[in-house]
Antibody
C-alpha cells in the first residue's frame, strides 16, 4: 500500500542539527513532490518546503532559508530534511507528505510524523 | 509573506451544518485544500481543488469558493467530525505553500 515512513524521534541540543528521513513505498517515487510540514506543540501546521524527487528542484519557506536542506535518494525512494542551528522553538512534530505533480490533488498521503525535541 | 485567515473556532450541535471559512488574496488564482486533524494523528485530506472530495471522505463534506474566500461545509455534523481543520493553498506564483491557522470544530 502507499505509505510514507519517517525516522524515529530525536532529542537534540540547541545549536545542533537534525536529519529526518521519509521513505516512500507503494507508488512511483518520482511522480510526486514531497512536502515537509511541522507542527509545534499546541500550534498549527507550518509549511517548510518542497522537493521534486525527479529532478531534485527545491523550494524552501522563507522562514527556514539558510537553515534547512532537503535532499533525496532515488535508489532508496527516500527524502531527507535536515534542519540546523536548532533552537527551542524548533521543538515540533515534523511531517512529510506527498503531492502529485500537476494534478492539484493535494497532500493525500502523510508520514506518521517525527517528534524532534530541542533541550539542553 | 502570504497568509490564509481562518476563524479559530466553530461550534455546532450534532446534525447541524458547520461552515469554516478561509480567506486569502491569492485564492481566486490558486486552488484550496482542506485537512482534518484529530489529536495525536497526522492530517487527512478532506477536500482538494476547492470542492473535490477524495475517495473515502463522507458526502456530508463539501467545499466552495467565492472570490478571496473558500468554505468547507459539513452538513449533518457528527461527533466524529470534531477536529482541527486547516485550509492550505499556494502563493500567487504557485510555488510556496501556506496553511491557514486552523479552526477547531467543536460538536456540542
Amino acid at each position: 500500500q502507499v505509505q510514507l515512513v519517517q525516522s524515529g524521534a530525536e532529542v537534540k541540543k540547541p545549536g545542533a542539527s537534525v536529519k529526518v528521513s521519509c521513505k516512500a513505498s507503494g507508488y512511483t517515487f518520482t511522480r510526486y513532490f514531497i512536502q515537509w510540514v511541522r507542527q509545534a506543540p499546541g500550534q498549527g501546521l507550518e509549511w517548510m518546503g518542497i522537493i521534486n524527487p525527479s529532478g531534485g528542484s527545491i523550494s524552501y519557506a522563507q522562514e527556514f532559508q539558510g537553515r534547512v536542506t532537503m535532499t533525496r535518494d532515488t535508489s532508496t525512494n527516500t527524502v531527507y530534511m535536515q534542519l540546523s542551528g536548532l533552537r527551542s522553538e524548533d521543538t515540533a512534530i515534523y511531517y512529510c507528505a506527498r503531492e502529485d505533480m500537476g494534478y492539484y490533488n493535494g497532500m493525500d498521503v502523510w508520514g506518521q510524523g517525527t517528534t524532534v525535541t530541542i533541550s539542553s | 509573506s502570504y497568509e490564509l485567515t481562518q476563524p479559530p473556532s466553530v461550534s455546532v450541535s450534532p446534525g447541524q451544518t458547520a461552515r469554516i471559512t478561509c480567506s486569502g488574496d491569492a485564492l481566486p488564482k490558486q486552488y484550496a485544500y482542506w485537512y482534518q486533524q484529530k489529536p495525536g494523528q497526522a492530517p487527512v485530506l478532506v477536500m482538494y481543488k476547492d470542492s473535490e472530495r477524495p475517495s473515502g471522505i463522507p458526502e456530508r463534506f463539501s467545499g466552495s469558493s467565492s472570490g478571496t474566500t473558500v468554505t468547507l461545509t459539513i452538513s449533518g455534523v457528527q461527533a466524529e467530525d470534531e477536529a482541527d481543520y486547516y485550509c492550505q493553498s499556494a502563493d500567487s506564483g504557485g510555488t510556496y505553500r501556506v496553511f491557514g491557522g486552523g479552526t477547531k470544530l467543536t460538536v456540542l
